[in-house]
Antibody, heavy 116, light 107 residues
Framework: EEQLVESGGGVVRPGGSLRLSCAASGFSFDDYGMSWVRQAPGKGLEWVSGINGNGAKTGYGESVKGRFTISRDNAKNSLHLQMNSLTAEDTAFYFC?????????WGQGTLVTVSS | SFELTQPPSLSVSPGQTARITCSGDALSKQYVYWYQQRPGQAPILAMFKDSERPSGIPERFSGSSSGTTVTLTITGVQAEDEAVYYCQSADPSRQSVVFGGGTKLTV
Protein backbone atom coordinates (compact mmCIF):
# COMPACT_ATOMS: atom_id res chain seq x y z
CA GLU A 1 0.00 0.00 0.00
CA GLU A 2 1.28 3.44 -0.87
CA GLN A 3 2.55 5.53 2.01
CA LEU A 4 3.69 9.14 2.22
CA VAL A 5 5.40 10.53 5.31
CA GLU A 6 6.26 14.21 5.62
CA SER A 7 8.97 15.62 7.84
CA GLY A 8 10.86 18.83 8.42
CA GLY A 9 8.16 21.04 9.86
CA GLY A 10 8.72 23.22 12.88
CA VAL A 11 8.84 26.77 14.13
CA VAL A 12 10.77 29.33 12.10
CA ARG A 13 11.13 33.08 12.37
CA PRO A 14 9.75 35.41 9.70
CA GLY A 15 12.21 35.67 6.84
CA GLY A 16 13.66 32.29 7.64
CA SER A 17 13.89 29.10 5.62
CA LEU A 18 12.78 25.53 6.05
CA ARG A 19 13.08 22.37 3.97
CA LEU A 20 10.29 19.83 3.99
CA SER A 21 10.67 16.24 2.90
CA CYS A 22 8.24 13.51 1.95
CA ALA A 23 9.28 9.85 2.00
CA ALA A 24 7.31 7.66 -0.41
CA SER A 25 6.90 3.90 -0.30
CA GLY A 26 4.63 1.18 -1.65
CA PHE A 27 4.56 2.38 -5.26
CA SER A 28 6.85 3.16 -8.15
CA PHE A 29 7.72 6.70 -7.17
CA ASP A 30 9.10 7.93 -10.47
CA ASP A 31 5.92 6.94 -12.31
CA TYR A 32 3.97 9.68 -10.58
CA GLY A 33 3.85 13.42 -10.36
CA MET A 34 3.73 14.80 -6.83
CA SER A 35 2.28 17.87 -5.18
CA TRP A 36 2.53 19.85 -1.99
CA VAL A 37 -0.77 21.13 -0.58
CA ARG A 38 -1.07 23.26 2.53
CA GLN A 39 -3.83 24.07 4.97
CA ALA A 40 -3.68 26.94 7.41
CA PRO A 41 -5.29 26.10 10.77
CA GLY A 42 -9.07 26.14 10.37
CA LYS A 43 -8.85 27.05 6.68
CA GLY A 44 -9.21 25.33 3.33
CA LEU A 45 -6.78 23.53 1.07
CA GLU A 46 -4.29 25.47 -1.03
CA TRP A 47 -2.13 23.91 -3.73
CA VAL A 48 1.47 24.97 -3.24
CA SER A 49 3.54 23.22 -5.88
CA GLY A 50 3.74 20.23 -8.18
CA ILE A 51 6.40 18.29 -10.05
CA ASN A 52 6.20 15.62 -12.73
CA GLY A 53 7.66 12.13 -12.49
CA ASN A 54 11.14 12.86 -13.81
CA GLY A 55 11.42 16.27 -12.18
CA ALA A 56 11.62 18.17 -15.44
CA LYS A 57 8.39 20.15 -15.00
CA THR A 58 7.37 22.11 -11.95
CA GLY A 59 4.56 24.49 -11.05
CA TYR A 60 3.84 26.84 -8.17
CA GLY A 61 0.94 28.64 -6.64
CA GLU A 62 0.99 32.40 -6.98
CA SER A 63 1.49 32.98 -3.26
CA VAL A 64 4.77 31.00 -3.14
CA LYS A 65 6.22 31.60 -6.58
CA GLY A 66 9.82 32.80 -6.34
CA ARG A 67 10.15 31.75 -2.69
CA PHE A 68 9.55 27.99 -2.69
CA THR A 69 11.31 25.33 -4.75
CA ILE A 70 10.05 21.79 -5.25
CA SER A 71 12.41 18.94 -6.09
CA ARG A 72 12.54 15.18 -5.98
CA ASP A 73 15.14 12.44 -5.64
CA ASN A 74 13.78 9.39 -7.44
CA ALA A 75 16.74 7.26 -6.30
CA LYS A 76 15.67 7.87 -2.71
CA ASN A 77 11.90 7.98 -3.30
CA SER A 78 11.74 11.41 -1.76
CA LEU A 79 10.07 14.74 -2.46
CA HIS A 80 11.25 18.06 -1.08
CA LEU A 81 10.06 21.61 -0.67
CA GLN A 82 12.59 24.34 0.01
CA MET A 83 10.81 27.30 1.56
CA ASN A 84 12.54 30.67 1.79
CA SER A 85 11.49 34.15 2.92
CA LEU A 86 8.78 32.69 5.10
CA THR A 87 6.01 34.88 6.48
CA ALA A 88 3.23 34.34 8.98
CA GLU A 89 0.89 33.61 6.06
CA ASP A 90 2.91 30.46 5.34
CA THR A 91 1.90 28.95 8.69
CA ALA A 92 0.03 25.76 7.82
CA PHE A 93 0.01 22.01 7.71
CA TYR A 94 1.88 20.91 4.61
CA PHE A 95 0.77 17.70 2.91
CA CYS A 96 2.51 15.84 0.13
CA UNK A 97 0.22 14.03 -2.28
CA UNK A 98 0.57 11.68 -5.22
CA UNK A 99 -0.80 12.87 -8.54
CA UNK A 100 -2.67 10.24 -10.48
CA UNK A 101 -6.31 10.68 -11.42
CA UNK A 102 -6.50 13.48 -8.89
CA UNK A 103 -4.44 13.51 -5.72
CA UNK A 104 -5.04 9.92 -4.80
CA UNK A 105 -2.70 9.43 -1.86
CA TRP A 106 -1.83 11.88 0.90
CA GLY A 107 0.54 12.00 3.81
CA GLN A 108 -0.57 13.04 7.28
CA GLY A 109 1.11 16.43 7.00
CA THR A 110 3.80 18.37 8.82
CA LEU A 111 3.14 21.65 10.63
CA VAL A 112 5.08 24.76 9.76
CA THR A 113 4.72 27.70 12.12
CA VAL A 114 6.23 31.05 11.21
CA SER A 115 6.45 33.20 14.29
CA SER A 116 8.83 35.55 16.02
CA SER B 1 -9.18 34.16 -12.78
CA PHE B 2 -9.78 30.45 -12.30
CA GLU B 3 -12.11 30.07 -9.34
CA LEU B 4 -14.21 27.25 -7.94
CA THR B 5 -17.24 28.16 -5.84
CA GLN B 6 -18.78 25.87 -3.23
CA PRO B 7 -21.48 26.53 -0.65
CA PRO B 8 -19.79 26.89 2.76
CA SER B 9 -22.10 24.50 4.53
CA LEU B 10 -24.85 21.94 4.13
CA SER B 11 -26.86 20.15 6.76
CA VAL B 12 -28.82 16.94 6.15
CA SER B 13 -30.41 14.28 8.32
CA PRO B 14 -29.21 10.68 8.24
CA GLY B 15 -30.70 8.80 5.32
CA GLN B 16 -31.33 11.92 3.28
CA THR B 17 -29.53 12.93 0.09
CA ALA B 18 -26.75 15.52 0.15
CA ARG B 19 -25.85 17.40 -3.01
CA ILE B 20 -22.68 19.48 -2.91
CA THR B 21 -22.05 21.77 -5.86
CA CYS B 22 -18.88 23.20 -7.35
CA SER B 23 -19.18 25.96 -9.91
CA GLY B 24 -16.65 27.60 -12.19
CA ASP B 25 -16.53 28.98 -15.70
CA ALA B 26 -13.84 26.52 -16.78
CA LEU B 27 -15.62 23.41 -15.56
CA SER B 28 -17.26 22.78 -18.90
CA LYS B 29 -13.74 21.99 -20.17
CA GLN B 30 -11.91 20.68 -17.09
CA TYR B 31 -12.54 17.69 -14.87
CA VAL B 32 -13.35 18.07 -11.20
CA TYR B 33 -12.01 15.96 -8.36
CA TRP B 34 -13.59 15.74 -4.91
CA TYR B 35 -11.88 15.22 -1.56
CA GLN B 36 -13.34 14.33 1.81
CA GLN B 37 -11.58 15.61 4.90
CA ARG B 38 -12.70 14.51 8.34
CA PRO B 39 -11.55 16.54 11.35
CA GLY B 40 -7.89 16.03 12.16
CA GLN B 41 -7.29 13.85 9.13
CA ALA B 42 -5.68 14.22 5.74
CA PRO B 43 -8.00 14.56 2.75
CA ILE B 44 -8.93 11.49 0.75
CA LEU B 45 -9.96 11.35 -2.89
CA ALA B 46 -13.71 10.76 -3.07
CA MET B 47 -14.41 11.20 -6.79
CA PHE B 48 -12.29 11.75 -9.90
CA LYS B 49 -13.01 12.96 -13.42
CA ASP B 50 -16.38 14.37 -12.31
CA SER B 51 -18.09 11.02 -11.75
CA GLU B 52 -15.57 8.20 -11.29
CA ARG B 53 -15.51 6.63 -7.84
CA PRO B 54 -12.16 5.43 -6.45
CA SER B 55 -11.95 1.99 -4.92
CA GLY B 56 -12.95 2.04 -1.29
CA ILE B 57 -15.44 4.88 -1.66
CA PRO B 58 -18.98 3.68 -0.90
CA GLU B 59 -21.50 3.38 -3.73
CA ARG B 60 -23.70 6.01 -2.11
CA PHE B 61 -21.22 8.58 -3.44
CA SER B 62 -21.79 9.69 -7.02
CA GLY B 63 -20.83 12.61 -9.23
CA SER B 64 -22.36 14.46 -12.14
CA SER B 65 -21.64 17.43 -14.34
CA SER B 66 -23.81 19.93 -16.12
CA GLY B 67 -22.32 22.90 -17.91
CA THR B 68 -20.18 24.82 -15.45
CA THR B 69 -21.42 23.04 -12.33
CA VAL B 70 -20.30 19.71 -10.97
CA THR B 71 -22.20 17.98 -8.18
CA LEU B 72 -21.15 15.42 -5.59
CA THR B 73 -24.18 13.47 -4.42
CA ILE B 74 -24.33 11.30 -1.31
CA THR B 75 -27.46 9.17 -1.31
CA GLY B 76 -28.54 7.88 2.09
CA VAL B 77 -26.12 10.00 4.10
CA GLN B 78 -24.56 8.35 7.14
CA ALA B 79 -23.06 9.93 10.22
CA GLU B 80 -19.57 8.95 9.05
CA ASP B 81 -20.01 11.17 5.98
CA GLU B 82 -19.82 14.28 8.14
CA ALA B 83 -16.74 16.07 6.83
CA VAL B 84 -15.55 18.98 4.73
CA TYR B 85 -15.69 18.30 1.00
CA TYR B 86 -13.40 20.12 -1.42
CA CYS B 87 -13.63 20.24 -5.18
CA GLN B 88 -10.47 20.64 -7.23
CA SER B 89 -9.65 21.24 -10.85
CA ALA B 90 -6.70 22.24 -12.99
CA ASP B 91 -5.92 25.62 -14.48
CA PRO B 92 -4.09 24.73 -17.70
CA SER B 93 -3.20 28.35 -18.46
CA ARG B 94 -1.11 28.53 -15.28
CA GLN B 95 -0.33 24.80 -15.07
CA SER B 96 -1.66 24.87 -11.55
CA VAL B 97 -4.19 23.14 -9.34
CA VAL B 98 -7.13 25.01 -7.84
CA PHE B 99 -9.31 24.04 -4.88
CA GLY B 100 -12.75 25.26 -4.01
CA GLY B 101 -13.29 26.76 -0.60
CA GLY B 102 -14.82 23.60 0.84
CA THR B 103 -18.30 22.62 2.00
CA LYS B 104 -18.82 21.49 5.56
CA LEU B 105 -21.38 18.70 5.57
CA THR B 106 -23.17 18.28 8.87
CA VAL B 107 -25.18 15.12 9.42
Amino acid sequence: EEQLVESGGGVVRPGGSLRLSCAASGFSFDDYGMSWVRQAPGKGLEWVSGINGNGAKTGYGESVKGRFTISRDNAKNSLHLQMNSLTAEDTAFYFCARQAEGLDAWGQGTLVTVSS
Amino acid sequence: SFELTQPPSLSVSPGQTARITCSGDALSKQYVYWYQQRPGQAPILAMFKDSERPSGIPERFSGSSSGTTVTLTITGVQAEDEAVYYCQSADPSRQSVVFGGGTKLTV
